[in-house]
């Protein structure tokens, strides 16, 4: 009797998991997974069940065979592997398809996967999609995962923090305080990074309503920068009348 097959399976078992724990990284600074350089398998596995396709697939990987990898990923996917789910979420974020690893990351998450939720919020993190990366690191906090409540209260951290300057340099500026114009248009800025642009418009706003040349003028900038080109040249030629130059 062969006994290749059981082998392989029974290797997988421990093989997987030091891959996925070498993919986590709680540190933020690693960021969140990485492909091992370990030597896998030598030779594919011959049975089709999850745990050898999956197997299969880093060794794929291994040999820098992308393709084979993801027919293993996505056949072992099937058969309702969360951490096979996983990996082709892995496999699609090394590629830069950040859509289809939230895709296989959300299917992984909905049957349980905390890791998964949490690579979804960090994925959204890193697209300054705030509101769904503290839904989702929310999500794999209450499943347990330590690491996840901790970018969830960061991340709050920063936005009560940046909701605090808002609110403390709007008022000063109501007040005819014309030293919080700048700061107004940081908090801008950031929040058009961060996907809020009505709350952006309304710090731009301000300043377009109340500021000097200088002011003006870098928020002519800030608009270039965001391919408001014509709002960008009412700032820059407003900006002239009072005495800067006009932009190139």
């Given at each position: 009797?062969?006994?290749?097959?059981?082998?392989?399976?029974?290797?997988?078992?421990?093989?997987?998991?030091?891959?996925?724990?070498?993919h986590?990284?709680?540190?933020?600074?690693?960021?969140?997974?990485?492909?091992?350089?370990?030597?896998y398998?030598?030779?594919?596995?011959?049975?089709?069940?999850?745990?050898?396709?999956?197997?299969?697939?880093?060794?794929?990987?291994?040999?820098?065979?992308?393709?084979?990898?993801?027919?293993?990923?996505?056949?072992?996917?099937?058969?309702?592997?969360?951490?096979?789910?996983?990996?082709?979420?892995?496999?699609?974020?090394?590629?830069?398809?950040?859509?289809?690893?939230?895709?296989?990351?959300?299917?992984?998450?909905?049957?349980?996967?905390?890791?998964?939720?949490?690579?979804?919020?960090?994925?959204?993190?890193?697209?300054?999609?705030?509101?769904?990366?503290?839904?989702?690191?929310?999500?794999?906090?209450?499943?347990?995962?330590?690491?996840?409540?901790k970018?969830?209260?960061?991340?709050?951290?920063?936005?009560?923090?940046?909701?605090?300057?808002?609110?403390?340099?709007?008022?000063?500026?109501?007040?005819?305080?014309?030293?919080?114009?700048?700061?107004?248009?940081?908090?801008?800025?950031?929040?058009?990074q961060?996907?809020?642009?009505?709350?952006?418009?309304?710090?731009?706003?301000?300043?377009?309503?109340?500021?000097?040349?200088?002011?003006?003028?870098?928020?002519?900038?800030?608009?270039?920068?965001?391919?408001?080109?014509?709002?960008?040249?009412?700032?820059?030629?407003?900006?002239?009348?009072?005495?800067?130059?006009?932009i190139?």
């Open positions: 009797m062969n006994k290749l097959p059981i082998i392989v399976i029974l290797m997988s078992f421990s093989l997987f998991n030091s891959v996925v724990a070498s986590y990284h709680p540190d933020r600074g690693d960021k969140f997974r990485k492909i091992s350089g370990t030597s398998i030598a030779q594919p596995a011959e049975e089709e069940d999850d745990e050898a396709l999956l197997t299969r697939g880093f060794f794929y990987l291994e040999q820098n065979n992308p393709g084979e990898a993801k027919k293993c990923f996505k056949k072992a996917g099937k058969m309702g592997n969360t951490e096979v789910l996983n990996a082709v979420g892995i496999l699609y974020e090394q590629q830069n398809q950040l859509g289809k690893a939230i895709k296989y990351f959300k299917k992984a998450g909905k049957m349980g996967n905390t890791d998964a939720l949490h690579a979804v919020g960090i994925l959204y993190e890193e697209q300054n999609i705030l509101g769904k990366a503290m839904k989702y690191f929310k999500l794999a906090a209450e499943k347990g995962d330590w690491s996840a409540l970018d969830w209260l960061d991340l709050y951290l920063r936005q009560n923090k940046l909701a605090h300057d808002e609110k403390r340099y709007m008022e000063a500026a109501n007040k005819g305080d014309k030293k919080a114009l700048p700061k107004l248009l940081e908090l801008g800025d950031i929040f058009w961060q996907n809020e642009p009505e709350k952006a418009e309304k710090c731009f706003k301000k300043v377009e309503n109340m500021g000097d040349g200088d002011d003006l003028y870098d928020l002519g900038v800030l608009y270039q920068k965001q391919n408001k080109l014509k709002k960008a040249e009412k700032c820059f030629q407003d900006s002239a009348v009072l005495g800067m130059p006009l190139n």
